[in-house]
């Protein structure tokens, strides 16, 4: 079973051709630095990647099985990239999509090297002292375990609500690019494809027309407008 796994939800696009779990080729690249001075959109470098990918594998996407992509939460503009550009191939090539949420993909990076009980937690930056986080707890069986929804919160009281949750003295990995996390971690596009897999055992798969990006709450934008209308009335 082959997957082209996509990630456009932060500063790094990541493209990936996997069969079952094996990678088979993987290409990321930072398009801003930490100032948020860019250098290439993700529209102008993901479609060239994923031609790489297929010229060095011998591929094309009609050999692919399944497209993944990260829905969300995330830039708000990667994200629709990343989410056009699935939809694209997916309709273009038949095939069905894989909506991977953000989360779960940082989350999958420490797959195969955290020990049963562990719990792990990626934070993204949400803007305003919050973070998007969900918490994650290592199975007996080696699986992650998804504990709680994904969240949008202050970045104090997530730490408090992971305080309630896990037991004292338990092991903790912080992952993501958010202040409260130290290991400064992105979603790769093979972590993607690894829980799209998962995924799909489970029949959590779609065709591009129900392909929905996840915000866990609304865009910056709209919210300042609501704001603004709130102070009108």
């Given amino acids: 079973m082959h997957i082209l796994?996509?990630?456009?939800?932060?500063?790094?696009?990541?493209?990936?051709?996997?069969?079952?779990?094996?990678?088979?080729?993987?290409?990321?690249?930072?398009?801003?630095?930490?100032?948020?001075?860019?250098?290439?959109?993700?529209?102008?470098?993901?479609?060239?990647?994923?031609?790489?990918?297929?010229?060095?594998?011998?591929?094309?996407?009609?050999?692919?099985?399944?497209?993944?992509?990260?829905?969300?939460?995330?830039?708000?503009?990667?994200?629709?990239?990343?989410?056009?550009?699935?939809?694209?191939?997916?309709?273009?090539?038949?095939?069905?999509?894989?909506?991977?949420?953000?989360?779960?993909?940082?989350?999958?990076?420490?797959?195969?090297?955290?020990?049963?009980?562990?719990?792990?937690?990626?934070?993204?930056?949400?803007?305003?002292?919050?973070?998007?986080?969900?918490?994650?707890?290592?199975?007996?069986?080696?699986?992650l375990h998804r504990m709680t929804d994904y969240l949008a919160e202050d970045i104090y009281d997530l730490h408090e609500m992971l305080k309630a949750q896990a037991p004292e003295g338990s092991h903790i990995i912080f992952l993501g690019n958010s202040d409260a996390a130290p290991r400064n971690t992105y979603p790769r596009a093979s972590c993607v494809g690894t829980r799209a897999f998962e995924m799909i055992a489970d029949g959590q798969y779609k065709n591009e027309s129900e392909f929905s990006l996840l915000y866990i709450r609304k865009p910056q934008a709209e919210r300042e407008r609501e704001e603004r209308e709130a102070k009108l009335k």
């Avoid at 100032?35 to 990918?53: F, N, Q, V, W």
């Avoid at 050999?63 to 708000?76: E, H, K, L, Q, R």
């Fill in 5 to 143: 796994a996509i990630d456009t939800s932060g500063t790094t696009a990541s493209a990936a051709i996997m069969n079952q779990y094996i990678i088979l080729a993987e290409s990321s690249v930072t398009l801003a630095d930490l100032r948020g001075a860019g250098r290439k959109t993700h529209s102008e470098t993901l479609m060239p990647m994923i031609d790489r990918l297929f010229e060095i594998t011998d591929m094309a996407v009609s050999d692919m099985d399944y497209i993944a992509c990260t829905c969300g939460p995330g830039s708000f503009t990667g994200l629709r990239i990343g989410a056009a550009t699935a939809k694209g191939l997916a309709f273009a090539a038949d095939k069905p999509l894989v909506a991977v949420p953000t989360l779960d993909a940082i989350a999958y990076t420490v797959t195969g090297l955290a020990a049963a009980g562990t719990w792990v937690v990626p934070m993204m930056d949400a803007r305003r002292g919050q973070a998007y986080s969900a918490f994650y707890r290592m199975g007996e069986d080696l699986l």
